[in-house]
């Protein structure tokens, strides 16, 4: 069983920035896509950023183009998401996630695995 252990949640400032890690165990994380999630209170889950398996390629949300990145370290089975510029919409909890099967999907119901979750608060 895979298991996602999140950490470097906090709450920060808008204009600061943060460093979100996932700890993954057990499956086969060098194969999997990786990716992170966030669901705001009274809102759905969104994808805010993917990563495939060999880290060739990613995907972000349009509202974290240029001030999130997301990178993978297979050796360490851990992926991260740097968090720059945050802003008071970027609050929420945020989950590391892991898709056994190729590609991205946008909905959560295509990743097979989820973390606990940590909670990222932006103060104005």
């Known amino acids: 069983q895979v298991q996602l252990v999140e950490s470097g949640g906090g709450l920060v400032q808008a204009g600061d920035s943060l460093r979100l890690s996932c700890a993954a165990s057990?499956?086969?994380?060098?194969?999997?896509?990786m990716g992170w999630f966030r669901q705001a209170p009274g809102k759905e889950r969104e994808s805010v950023a993917q990563?495939?398996?060999?880290?060739?390629?990613?995907y972000y949300v349009d509202s974290v183009k240029g001030r999130f990145t997301i990178s993978r370290d297979n050796a360490k089975n851990t992926v991260t998401l740097q968090m720059n510029s945050l802003k008071p919409e970027d609050t929420a909890v945020y989950y590391c996630?892991?898709?056994?099967?190729?590609?991205?999907?946008?909905?959560?119901?295509?990743?097979?695995?989820w973390g606990q979750g940590t909670q990222v608060t932006v103060s104005s």
């Open positions: 057990g499956g086969t994380f060098s194969t999997y896509t």
């Open positions: 990563i495939t398996w060999n880290g060739a390629y990613t």
């Open positions: 996630v892991a898709r056994k099967r190729a590609g991205f999907s946008s909905t959560p119901n295509g990743y097979d695995y």
